[in-house]
């Protein structure tokens, strides 16, 4: 009778390459190439401003920030009458800006409006090469001066030229202030210019609530609207300098379910008020972002919050989405 060959079993470093083997499989699928090429380059934005063409507003912006932009960002001023200064503008496209009419009452400049955010986002999809287009009007400070923790957010959160990305200060989810505007992926964009004219056409109620439509085209949930970068009613707690220094609660994990989660104070970039001096609560913010490495804040429909939290590092960026204290 034959002996029995022994069999060799294989050895752990076999069972370990077949096992990272088995890891990296999935990961191909969930990531083609094009999605993880799109996480190694820094995303580039179109400002679209909503815009009248007053030259005092559209001076502020110019003086405050946008005299900062480089390329590969861009933008454009929407408006019906171009300023005569070297500035971009582009003219509302008629196929939109039909719809307003001429006159001046208040369903006809919700309209008028409209027909600028999307003659804006179409400019964007068929003329440039941007990522992200962001609709805003033209009396919005941005702290220009931290772009690059901007756009370090948008790249370690989302994917634009892959997944819809619709972002702003986010009024209960139900639509998005209008004021600083909305953030939106060119694969988002994609998805909503065919329902443009429809859109203008049809709008009944204020441009910004008009918004909500945007999400079912989108696929995105309300909670997936909400962003750190902006705020876009009155920041009251702004209004004084060295406001960091005065005595605030700890955060809390939980808010109600309207609320935002808590965000550092580091991560907002972009201010809109009706009543207060936009310029001296930008000013106020950023001396607090240089100062505070413990100073957050999350906003529950139109008010905002400040609390104190864990000590962070301001020059450590890390991703946000679904980050609490």
């Not at 995303?43 to 401003?49: K, M, R």
């Not at 006159?103 to 600028?116: E, G, T």
């Not at 003659?119 to 033209?138: A, P, V």
Request: overall charge positive; aromatic content about 16%; some cysteine.
């Amino acid at each position: 009778m034959k002996k029995m060959q022994r069999i060799r079993r294989p050895s752990k470093f076999t069972y370990f390459v077949i096992l990272i083997g088995l890891l990296v499989q999935p990961l191909k699928f969930l990531f083609p190439t094009e999605i993880r090429a799109a996480i190694t380059y820094k995303p580039s934005i179109f400002f679209g401003f909503v815009s009248t063409g007053n030259p005092k507003r559209v001076n502020f912006v110019y003086n405050n920030w946008l005299h900062k932009l480089q390329p590969p960002h861009n933008y454009a001023f929407i408006s019906k009458n171009p300023n005569k200064s070297k500035l971009n503008f582009i003219l509302p496209y008629h196929k939109y800006i039909v719809y307003a009419g001429n006159s001046s009452s208040w369903p006809q400049q919700n309209i008028d409006r409209a027909a600028k955010r999307m003659t804006g986002l179409e400019y964007f999809l068929y003329n440039t090469t941007n990522d992200y287009y962001w609709s805003l009007t033209d009396d919005v400070p941005i702290d220009i001066d931290n772009m690059e923790h901007i756009l370090k957010h948008l790249q370690q959160n989302y994917l634009p030229l892959n997944e819809s990305v619709f972002i702003g200060h986010s009024l209960q989810g139900w639509f998005i202030q209008g004021g600083t505007g909305f953030l939106l992926s060119r694969y988002g964009a994609k998805l909503i210019i065919d329902h443009g004219v429809d859109w203008v056409k049809n709008i009944t109620v204020e441009d910004d609530k008009a918004t909500l439509e945007f999400r079912p085209w989108l696929g995105v949930s309300k909670r997936d609207t909400y962003s750190s970068l902006m705020f876009g009613e009155e920041p009251y707690a702004f209004n004084h300098s060295e406001f960091w220094n005065d005595k605030l609660p700890k955060c809390k994990r939980n808010h109600p379910k309207r609320c935002s989660e808590n965000y550092k104070i580091t991560d907002l970039h972009a201010l809109h008020t009706r009543f207060m001096d936009t310029a001296v609560a930008m000013e106020n913010l950023k001396q607090a972002k240089k100062i505070a490495t413990d100073l957050y804040f999350y906003y529950c429909y139109m008010d905002l919050y400040l609390c104190k939290g864990e000590p962070y590092n301001r020059e450590f960026d890390c991703p946000v989405r679904r980050l609490y204290v």
